[in-house]
């Protein structure tokens, strides 16, 4: 196995479009994202061996065709207060994880890794959990956080008759949904995102959350290919609920939300809106991000998760977080991670 760089973006999209279509952090769009925040990013290739394949100082262009991959990865370099990594988000891209493949791709991030010096390798691929046998008799071995990316994520089958997937839902959630609409509730999916950010703050203020500062670069940046918009839901003009939903592969993400408090349902509107048009547009999922497991009332994804199960969707368990140590200097990493995992409860 060879493994090229690849600078070619048809070739990219085009193998996560057949391989991986749900891998958000592993799109072009994003590497773009990651430097324009400054990061250095890696795309590469394994390439089959038995394939005609250009020297080490070439780049992966049009010549080489999609079937002769074995993989993809885009890889970030992380510098933080708690330790410098390489990051791979939603990746490696594999056909295949065996013995074979994963060792090399390894060797090859691992003398990345020391080049650049980073103290470690994280990456969170989209695969379950019966893989982690194989990753751990690697070296690899749990991360101490809960996943960057969300281990259980709720989707919902658009595929599914309209009639069906009002019957999968909670009967609470329904009926919210058919209060807001003979309410009147106004639904609209193009605002303009400094509007979704002037709700967002209101919201994590309410919370005592922090903001996400990168969400109207994300925005922007997915919007160049139309894949990115901004949702909102309003009651006499009142704006009381907005979505971020980017839509990518076979799937409509609920990237980002945002509401006020209120005795109107817009919030279970505007979803059960979004699911509409994405299903006629002929998606074949929505994405409604994470959950948690956790019944403590206090996880701060735990009112969230009551409200993205009302809708019913399928609940997708991946596997945790991987990190590979590479220098001594990640168990400084650890041991704060750690401790932030333990004061926080969960």
Known sequence: MNIISIDDRRIW??????????????????????????????????????SQAPNSK????????????????QIVKIEARRGTFLHVRHGPLLVKWDKKIVPQWLQWIIELAKKERAAFIRMSPLIDRSHSPMLQSLGFRDAPIQRMDFELVSMINLQLPEVELLKNMRKTTRNLIRKAERMGVAI???????????????????????????????????????????WTARYEEELLAAAVIITYGNQAMYRHGASVSSKIPAAYYLQWNIMQTARQRGIQWY???????????????YGLTLFKQGFGGETKDYLHT????????YWFTYAIETTRKIRRGY
């Open 287 to 301: 994405n409604l991000g994470g959950i948690t497991d956790s019944d403590n009332p206090n996880h701060p994804w």
């Open 188 to 230: 609209s999916d193009e605002a303009p995102i400094e509007e979704f950010m002037a709700l967002h703050e209101k919201t994590f203020r309410r919370h005592g959350f922090i903001p996400n500062p990168n969400i109207a670069e994300e925005h922007r940046e997915f919007s160049k290919s139309g894949a990115s918009c901004v």
């Open 13 to 50: 999209d085009d193998f996560i479009l057949a391989n991986a279509p749900h891998t958000l952090f592993q799109s072009w769009e994003w590497g773009e994202i990651e430097k324009g925040n400054g990061r250095k990013v890696w795309r590469v290739g394994l390439l089959n061996s038995k």
């Open 322 to 329: 991987q990190d590979y140590p590479v220098t001594a200097g």
């Open 58 to 73: 070439q780049i992966l262009n049009t010549n080489i065709q999609i079937q002769n991959l074995l993989g993809i990865s």
